[in-house]
């Protein structure tokens, strides 16, 4: 672009007339024969020139007499001297693809507040643009970005429409706060950039990975910082773009479970047998037991039940999707313009799930004189997300995706919601109805953003540039959800003080607006011919307003539906004595004052020094915290401007940079409250009290014990980096090794109980990231015909805890899924998320037991010595035969499991990752293989837990390894006692009998969460130009087909090894509890151009 | 750089600070919000973890009066350890209670530093000094009492006076308990001088505190100070040599009670506990309830009557409800054996009301000797019908008239002294009340004799209302009472040696039918149970048929603690390790509990556990 801006200001600027003129009239085209739109073609040695029009052609006046010789430009072409003959009227020329040009991608790399050429850039930037974008038909910008740049990490966490992509840059280096970068739109920060810009807006992203890079961005730049700039109108006839693509997703694989007959064969067994190895003679059960499923004798018939499966019920559908992107662009010398509307309708593969976004955006260029112009972008996008999905930041009492995967694998007659307070036999399943939950539990998810920037740049010399920015975002956000009567919650015993067994609805609106204000003076000047300087000083505020209102209605009739309880919620009534929950409102705010400058000099464009400096002053501190103060700087060498490196004439060696730098960086990235004081919020649960005994009143308190002396986190950061470019441009390396550390990090932190809290915001502890990142990039082939260019990221980040509050050297923490005790450590020395628990060792078997000593017959087993003894799985003192069984870690004197057995299981962090895009043109066809992968990381797949256990629930399905588990009840229905039988009856038992107690974090759930995914793989078929000649109104036409998701090559044997659903807390990643599956996704869609 | 020119200009920009919020100089120039963070400091007295059901339910159990049984593979993290001295430091329980106390302490810290900073309180209108001088005293009286509550059942607890935001570091070491108390002491007199009488603040009813409970409270935790409490460094239960010193101070507070006339009994004793449960009004015009927490529905809640209280099953209009606490088979033979002393039958549920065959009405079966469950908690006296389970809102005497009378006549006896009543008078007051037209028993005169009518009166007045283990530490007679309650139950034992028996002609079983309920006054139910061979005031005190008659249900009484066969006793509720009654106590040791363990971690070491737990 910035070409075509420099073209057309020559143009302008230079005119001559010449006495007599003829017109030489022709068209130019492109590798495919395709018409050129806004080539320029100028007269040598002239400044006359003009433009192509909309199919290619051009009508050019030169002098009457002799050659003229025309340089014909266009950007990603190779630039084309024509000469024209003295008769020549007619010229046209073909183009080549400048492969040079195309691979570097970006020549100008955005570093914040201005931009530099790629070959001055010193600090560890990776960027990306639409070209690598555009083949993939993804309807958000977080998704199309898994996997491209090294040292970026983008997960998707969840299969669900509009689920969260989880960006790390480099690790991350906060323990407990966020740890996503910052995201900035045409020089505007916005959170939830990824999620509300359509991948077609997109013209560059360049994220800033250095500290010393990212610290132009101050405080909140210390996690990276994501430059997105969007697509600018082109000067020129308007041209009308549309695309479009449709298709179905489908879920790859399932956890497969129990049939009818083994199910009730388990039941029988779990309802035979006590957990502590006896039978069970309570009257109840085994009557409750024959209610539900008959006697030991019918249940024969089982085997002819049609095997419902639940899973395929709820999330077997071709969830249809469909996305149509309309954008118009063109302008004129004095403005420019780009609008573009893109909708989704995308269905989730779950029941009731599905996400309908509308963007709209506007983008306006204006040059009011030749020193002043003036910008303005607009952007609006509407968003609603049906479906409760299958996971929910609470226990497991919460999560839904076990409701399909546990409940009975049959259609029955029995009805388990029915609450019923005699029968504690039937409600104690703990399940919904998995149709029935998701068809009638309903959440529909509204969001709509406004987001405006205006930017007035005036440029009163060519060496300076004034400029001003403006944003202005609001977000407005609304969830309504309805829990009916067969969700567990509202039925079960346990709750039913809580909901009276009757619907709930919960409304929660939110509401937040940004306002950022940035000033910057940027002064360039050459000295001499050797001497270049850059001085950018610049003035920034930010400040964000949130509110928030909630409110839960509690007490509808039961047989109300989700639209009629939102459309009606005065027919809510509390029983006698009962009362409605009071609605609760919120509002909260900071704000950011920054100044900023930076200076860069260079010397003969071979050595490139930047100073960088920022000061921040953020509301979250008290007056004597809060400023920071955060210093950098950069150097690069292009040691291929040296003479000694020009002397030795390495014609393949075209660019060698060296790049180092040293950063620092703040991050305040706590509560907006005032931490630093003590402050007082209502509360009717955390502060009311019944002073009328009529009416509760609501009072005051503080909820957080102040700490006065909080203050800015600090990363220092060093980077080492490498650029080599060969063969001109062909293929492209970069190396970078960095050392990022974090001090002061803001902790929320255990302090002693008497203080009257349980925990306290404080700067305590340091983290380290220690990382290398490779990035390759190259054509392979480039023939007439056939071209391969291919590019490929390799990751590798070192995690360290360094330092914890007060010479604490470890804790503990849970991720809470359910799991009775913690399940992960956090260590000095080692990495953020290490898995917790005890190790796995198989079951026990008849050989563990001592024959002489144990007495079968009364359910007495012994144990030989030093075998080790697992109780604590089954939450009984007793042991048994076909239990889970736990290797002892340490010594003791008795071998029993105690929880001093628990020990690390492995870590979250991969060794390495990375991603590898291949892209193939033959003729009119394109071709695009994109593959990402993570290796040595490892995934906790808490789903097999829950599934491999019994736990407080009878009538609970469990995985389909259990049919060839130990078995404990004898061919006549009853428990067997002879120790000969019991060994013949379980000569091929492959594994244990599913757990009776909590349940507890074992080895076997932790799993080779390592990857290789073949992310995308599209094929294409452009028209020939010639064909669309015809139609004198289409000037391109793709058709494609594109799957994404194709296929993941993985050891993990949950739903998906990325899946990651406690990341409320970064102390708890990698755990795949009740995730949304994710599915593969096959789709066709059209690319034209009018 | 341009930095510190435009400093000043951006410090007001940055400020900011959220509306939803308050900051101190907002939320204590203003005697509305003050009153705000007031009612603050009292919601930690209320819920789960406080008087709502650890200390109300639990906490207080396992005396003469009440207990709750443990299993016999007995767990010290279960609810039953606390109550049967057997709770380690890892019971959770432990750790939600100390935090919530501590949690409690803070809120007043923080009153009780802004308060009396405050401009409003120095400087303000006349009208809002008073209030504020109230709040302050609030805050005093409430910190004072979160305070006994820790130093009660921990001992040298440590101890703040400021705002945790003050400290200069937050790891406390363990506080001598009798400075603590001291400070409190002088904080309540303080507190009583601001915060006026009861007729003085009409809409504090008794759910706040006035004068007469601040001073009722002194008087008690001077009793406490002046009492025995088990020393860490000698190991043994020890009173200090200064302890008239503190007598004098629960004699003067609680005569100034007296004297006021403010508060009075309650002429009916049923309608004390009634009153608690709101269903029906208050029926306490006597004020003798002079200040209690006032829980409130599902938010800050006790499980008061909902699962501690006298048993619901199934019953037409009440459902289920109660269970939990049960009385030792002895207490209700300390009742009046004549069935004079109304206390009794309101104080012991002898039965569960269920549901009549037909399904339509409400009946009543009579429970066997160790079931009985504290009456002073039913839902039936609750504004909750049968379909609402949960919790009812059922608030938790703190502090009673009939307390300060029983406190006078202690400290009154120890001084030798009478003021404008005699100890004597005192008592019988009590008493007469209870007894009603009926003769009260006769009051030794002698200063030991005096002194064992007051424990026993305290034991009649006040059982399951959380007072008795606390008297009888600081009396020093917790494993005295412990050891003669066990005596007693193995007395109580069928076939026991009948010389000097005084359960001698008591059943091994009674024979019951079932009765109808109408939820009538405590007494007039007791007396209605059915039984075969007359009504309870026979069957209970005398040796009936040991066969089943026809259309009964057999109800264990005697036979419930077990039986002697040849000299031995086979039972398990006196004796066993452990489900026997109080089974892990061990005197000068179990009578404080352990620190919980989160607490000694979080501590560094700054916290000593006591000794009993090392």
């Known amino acids: 672009m910035k070409r075509v801006l420099l073209q057309a200001f020559l143009l302008l600027l230079c005119t001559s007339v010449w006495a007599q003129t003829r017109v030489v009239m022709g068209k130019v085209t492109g590798t495919n024969q395709e018409a050129l739109i806004g080539a320029s073609l100028l007269v040598k040695g002239t400044s006359k020139g003009t433009a192509t029009d909309v199919s290619g052609n051009y009508k050019l006046t030169v002098p009457a007499s002799g050659q003229v010789v025309l340089v014909v430009k266009y950007i990603g072409y190779q630039t084309k001297e024509v000469t024209v003959g003295a008769q020549q009227m007619q010229v046209n020329v073909a183009l080549q693809e400048d492969k040079a040009t195309q691979l570097s991608e970006v020549a100008v790399v955005n570093i914040g507040y201005s931009s530099v050429s790629r070959n001055s850039l010193a600090g560890a930037v990776s960027s990306i643009s639409q070209k690598d974008l555009k083949d993939f038909p993804v309807s958000t910008v977080a998704e199309a970005l898994a996997g491209k740049l090294a040292g970026v990490q983008a997960q998707t966490s969840e299969g669900a429409p509009g689920a969260d992509i989880k960006i790390t840059i480099r690790g991350g280096g906060s323990l407990t706060q966020d740890n996503s970068p910052l995201y900035i739109v045409d020089g505007v920060p916005l959170d939830n950039a990824l999620s509300i810009i359509s991948p077609s807006e997109i013209q560059n992203i360049d994220v800033l990975k250095d500290v ?29 773009s549309f695309d479009g693509y449709a298709g179905a997703r489908k879920i790859t694989n399932e956890i497969k479970v129990l049939d009818p007959y083994q199910f009730v064969d388990y039941q029988y067994e779990l309802t035979h047998q006590h957990y502590n190895g006896g039978p069970i003679t309570d009257t109840p059960t085994l009557n409750g037991f024959i209610r539900n499923y008959g006697n030991f004798s019918d249940l024969q018939i089982y085997k002819s039940f049609p095997t419902v499966d639940w899973q395929n019920k709820v999330f077997g559908r071709n969830a249809f999707n469909n996305t149509q992107v309309l954008t118009v662009n063109g302008g004129t010398d004095a403005s420019t313009y780009n609008f573009s509307i893109n909708n989704t309708d995308e269905q989730g593969v ?84 998995p149709l029935t939950s998701a068809l009638t539990d309903v959440r529909n998810a509204y ?24 944003g202005y975002t609001l977000a407005d956000n609304k969830t309504n959800s309805f829990s009916g009567v067969a969700n567990y919650s509202v039925s079960s015993k346990n709750s039913s003080s809580q909901y009276a067994s009757q619907p709930f609805i919960s409304i929660s609106l939110g509401n937040n607006t940004n306002i950022t204000n940035s000033n910057t003076v940027d002064y360039r000047t050459n000295i001499g011919t050797n001497h270049t300087i850059d001085i950018l000083l610049g003035q920034e505020i930010n400040q964000n307003n949130g509110n928030s209102f909630n409110q839960t209605i509690k007490y509808f009739p039961s047989a109300v539906t989700a639209q009629q309880a939102f459309a009606n919620v005065q027919q809510a009534n509390p029983p006698s004595g009962a009362i409605q929950p009071s609605p609760t409102t919120d509002v909260t705010g900071d704000r950011l004052f920054s100044f900023f400058g930076r200076a860069m000099y260079s010397f003969k464009n071979k050595y490139n ?37 020009k002397k030795l004439n390495l014609n393949w060696l075209s660019n060698l940079k060296l790049r180092a730098s040293y950063g620092t960086a703040g991050n305040n990235r ?134 914890l509050q007060g010479g604490v050297q470890s804790y503990l923490v849970s991720s809470g899924w359910g799991q009775s005790s913690e399940d992960f450590l956090v260590q000095v020395g080692q990495p953020v998320g290490l898995f917790y628990g005890y190790v796995s060792d198989g079951f026990y078997t008849l050989n563990d037991f001592d024959r002489a000593k144990s007495d079968p017959a009364n359910y007495k087993w012994v144990l030989k010595p030093g075998v080790a003894n697992s109780s604590v799985i089954d939450g009984s003192s007793n042991v048994y035969p076909g239990q889970m069984k736990l290797k002892k870690t340490t010594a003791t004197a008795d071998s029993v499991i105690r929880t001093t057995d628990r020990t690390v299981l492995g870590s979250a962090q991969p060794k390495f990752y990375g991603g590898w895009n291949n892209q193939f043109s033959y003729k009119n066809f394109d071709m695009s293989l994109f593959v990402n992968f993570s290796y040595g990381n490892k995934e906790y797949n808490a789903n097999t837990v829950e599934y491999s256990s019994v736990y407080q629930a009878n009538g609970n399905n469990v995985l389909a390894k259990f049919a060839d588990r130990w078995r404990s009840i004898g061919p006549n229905g009853e428990l067997m006692t002879n120790w000969d039988q019991i060994a013949a009856m379980n000569v091929n038992a492959k594994t244990y009998s599913p757990t009776r107690g909590p349940y507890q974090t074992t080895s076997d759930a932790i799993e080779d969460g390592s990857f290789l995914r073949i992310t995308n793989l599209t094929l294409g078929y452009t028209l020939p130009a010639r064909v669309l000649q015809a139609t004198n109104l289409v000037s391109r036409l793709r058709v494609y087909v594109t799957v994404n998701n194709l296929y993941t090559f993985t050891k993990y044997t949950g739903y998906d090894p990325e899946a990651s659903t406690r990341r409320s807390n970064p102390l708890t990643p990698a755990v795949d509890y009740s995730a949304y599956p994710r599915s593969r996704y096959i789709l066709a869609g059209v690319n034209l151009s009018f | 750089m341009v930095v510190s020119a435009a400093l000043p200009s951006c410090k007001k920009y940055l400020d900011y600070q959220s509306p939803a919020k308050l900051n101190t100089d907002q939320a204590f120039e203003d005697p509305s919000y003050t009153n705000s963070v007031i009612i603050g400091i009292y919601t930690k007295l209320c819920g789960s973890n406080a008087y709502g059901n650890q200390l109300s339910v639990y906490w207080h159990l396992g005396t003469d009066e009440f207990t709750y049984q443990a299993s016999t593979s007995f767990d010290s993290g279960n609810d039953y350890a606390i109550p049967n001295y057997g709770a380690e430091k890892t019971n959770t329980s432990l750790q939600n209670v100390f935090n919530q106390l501590y949690a409690g302490v803070e809120r007043a810290n923080i009153a009780c530093k802004f308060i009396p900073a405050s401009n409003v309180y120095k400087n303000g209108s006349t009208t809002d000094k008073t209030k504020m001088q109230i709040y302050y005293g609030e805050a005093l009286a409430l910190r004072a009492q979160y305070y006994y509550e820790l130093i009660r059942n921990w001992g040298d607890v440590p101890a703040t006076f400021v705002p945790a935001a003050d400290l200069p570091s937050q790891f406390l070491k363990n506080a001598n308990r009798d400075s603590t108390l001291d400070h409190i002491i002088a904080d309540l007199k303080t507190a009583e001088d601001l915060v006026p009488w009861r007729d003085a603040l009409p809409d504090y009813g008794d759910f706040r505190f006035t004068k007469g409970a ?114 030792q088979p002895t ?20 039965y569960k009301v269920q549901n009549s065959t037909d399904n339509t009405s409400n009946v009543k079966n009579p429970v066997s000797s160790i079931n009985f469950n504290v009456g002073k908690f039913r839902k039936s006296w609750t504004a909750f019908n049968g379909t609402v389970t949960g919790t009812y809102g059922v608030n938790w005497p703190i502090l009673r008239y009939a307390d300060i009378l029983l406190m006078y006549a202690e400290a009154a006896n120890e001084l030798g002294k009478a003021g404008s009543i005699s100890p004597m008078q005192a008592l019988q007051m009590v008493q007469q009340r209870a007894y009603g037209a ?171 556990q006591n000794f009993a737990y090392n």
């Open chain 1, 212 to 240: 010393a890079s990212t610290a132009i961005y101050g405080a909140r730049g210390a996690n990276g910082v994501v430059i997105i700039t969007t697509k600018a109108g082109k000067k020129g006839r308007t041209i009308i």
């Open chain 1, 350 to 433: 779950m029941l009731a799930s599905d996400l309908k976004r509308t963007f709209a955006t506007f983008r306006w260029d204006n040059n009011i004189s030749s020193k002043l112009r003036f910008g303005v972008n607009v952007r609006y996008s509407r968003q609603r997300v049906d479906g409760a999905g299958t996971s929910s930041t609470g226990g497991s009492s919460n999560n839904k995706l076990k409701y399909s995967v546990r409940f009975q694998p049959y259609q029955g007659l029995v009805n388990f919601q029915e609450y019923d307070p005699d029968a504690i036999f039937d409600n104690t399943i703990n399940l919904s109805n």
């Open chain 1, 447 to 470: 969001s709509n953003n406004l987001i405006t920037s205006g930017q007035v740049t005036y440029i009163p010399t060519p060496k300076l540039t004034i400029r001003s920015v403006l």
């Open chain 1, 609 to 645: 020094f930047n100073f960088l400096i920022r000061r921040d002053g953020s509301s979250k501190f008290s007056d004597a915290n809060r400023w920071g103060t955060f210093p950098s700087a950069q150097f690069a060498w292009r040691i291929t401007e040296e003479d000694f490196m």
């Open chain 1, 670 to 803: 706590v509560s907006s409250d005032r931490l630093y004081q003590t402050i007082f919020t209502t509360s009717a649960t955390d502060a009311g009290y019944a002073a009328s005994d009529n009416s509760q009143t609501s009072g005051l308190y503080s909820a957080n014990l102040a700490n006065p002396n909080l203050k800015w986190e600090t990363t220092i950061s060093k980077d080492l980096g490498l650029d080599i470019e060969l063969w001109g441009g062909r293929a492209t390396l970069s190396f970078d090794g960095y050392i990022n550390r974090v001090n002061d990090l803001l902790l929320q932190t255990n302090v002693p109980q008497e203080t009257g809290y349980l925990t306290q915001y404080q700067n305590i502890g340091a983290t380290q990231n220690k990382g290398l990142e490779i990035q390759l990039s190259g054509t392979i082939i480039n023939k007439k015909d056939f071209n391969w260019n291919s590019s490929f990221n390799l990751s590798f980040n070192r995690n360290t805890i360094v330092a």
């Open chain 2, 214 to 327: 601040i001073k009722g409270l002194r008087a008690r935790i001077a009793l406490a100070r002046g009492g025995y409490s088990l020393r860490n460094d000698t190991k043994l239960m020890e009173r200090r040599a200064d302890y008239l010193k503190y007598y004098q101070i629960a004699y003067d507070e609680t005569l100034d009670v007296i004297n006021s006339k403010k508060h009075g009994l309650n002429p009916v004793y049923e309608n004390i506990f009634k009153t608690l449960h709101s269903g029906t009004g208050r029926m306490d015009d006597a004020h003798e309830l002079m200040f209690e927490v006032a829980m409130w529905g599902q938010i800050n809640d006790s499980n008061l009557a909902s699962a501690n209280g006298m048993t619901f099953s199934n019953s037409p209009s009440w459902g289920g409800a109660g269970g939990r606490s049960t009385a």
């Open chain 2, 331 to 350: 207490y209700y033979y300390e009742f009046d054996n004549s069935g004079k002393d109304v206390r009794r039958d309101v104080t012991l549920a002898q």
């Open chain 2, 438 to 608: 009926n003769t009260i028993p006769v009051t030794p005169t002698d200063h030991d004799g005096f002194f064992n009518a007051v424990v026993h009166e305290r034991l009649l007045e006040f059982g399951g209302e959380g007072i008795r283990k606390y008297d009888l530490i600081r009396w020093n007679l917790l494993g005295t009472k412990i050891e003669e309650t066990k005596a007693k139950m193995r007395m109580f034992a069928t076939n026991a040696d009948p010389t000097n028996n005084p359960y001698a002609n008591l059943p091994a079983y009674v024979w019951s039918y079932t009765s109808p309920f109408n939820n009538l006054d405590s007494n007039t139910e007791a007396a209605t149970m059915s039984f075969y061979g007359g009504g309870p005031s026979i069957v209970f005190f005398t040796k009936g048929t040991t066969t089943q008659p026809p259309g009964t249900a057999r109800v264990y009484w005697r036979q419930e603690c077990g039986s002697w066969t040849n000299g031995v006793l086979s039972e398990t509720y006196i004796s066993d390790p452990n489900k026997g009654f109080c089974s892990k106590f061990k005197p000068n040791a179990k009578e404080l509990l352990p620190y919980p363990q989160n607490v000694l971690t979080e501590n560094r070491g700054s916290v000593v």
